[in-house]
Nanobody, 117 residues
Framework: QAHFLESGGGSVQAGGSLRLSCKAN???????????MAWYRQVPEKQRELVAS???????NYVDSVKGRFSITRDNARKSVYLQMDSLKPEDTATYYC????????WGQGTQVTVSS
């Protein structure tokens, strides 16, 4: 069973929206609830980038390039994290992953987001 199960990616045109979902399969509730969770993204031959994070207290942070366009939320009862992505741009094209902050060594398969101009 994967540690994190990401879904919701797809191919959209610039200006479109997607909602990503992540289920933290291997985290127990008592560990998940206080954990800072995050969405990361990676393009080939580049380092993985932290895009958005949400603390156990639901404080959020975003990389400058997505501020005002992306929104991260969490549902502790479902051990899930979500990323609402609006006004998508071609430069948002990447494989998106979720993990803790700081990240652990176990990553899910990710979900591919492709934005065409």
């Amino acid at each position: 069973q994967a540690h994190f199960l990401e879904s919701g990616g797809g191919s959209v045109q610039a200006g479109g929206s997607l909602r990503l979902s992540c289920k933290a399969n291997r985290m127990i509730t008592s560990t998940f609830n206080p954990a800072t969770m995050a969405w990361y993204r990676q393009v080939p031959e580049k380092q993985r980038e932290l895009v958005a994070s949400i603390s156990g207290g639901r404080s959020t942070n975003y990389v400058d390039s997505v501020k005002g366009r992306f929104s991260i939320t969490r549902d502790n009862a479902r051990k899930s994290v979500y990323l609402q992505m609006d006004s998508l741009k071609p430069e948002d094209t990447a494989t998106y992953y979720c993990n803790t902050v700081p990240s652990g060594t176990n990553w899910g398969q990710g979900t591919q987001v492709t934005v065409s101009s």
